[in-house]
């Protein structure tokens, strides 16, 4: 099976965010921006910068979406 994605969809972690946010592309880019504009360097071996993006990425985040679940595809993705 083939999947589609919209055209905004263009990198890895968008993509894993809009197979993760019911493909809506408003969502992804709310996050994906919240995500790029917090994450300061090292963000995932330091406690503080990483609670400073989970906050910044639950703010994006649209209610009914799993905040761990979005903060695991963001640590899986060097992009962000």
Known sequence: KVAFY???AESP???AL????????EAVN?????????AEVGWRENN???KK??????NALPQG???DTIMTILNQHEEI
């Open 6 to 8: 919209s055209n905004s």
């Open 13 to 15: 972690c968008k993509k």
């Open 18 to 25: 809009y197979d993760n946010l019911d493909k809506d592309i």
């Open 30 to 38: 709310a996050v994906y921006r919240a995500a790029k504009a917090n």
């Open 48 to 50: 503080l910068r990483k």
């Open 53 to 58: 993006l989970r906050r910044a990425v639950k």
């Open 65 to 67: 979406f799993d905040l």
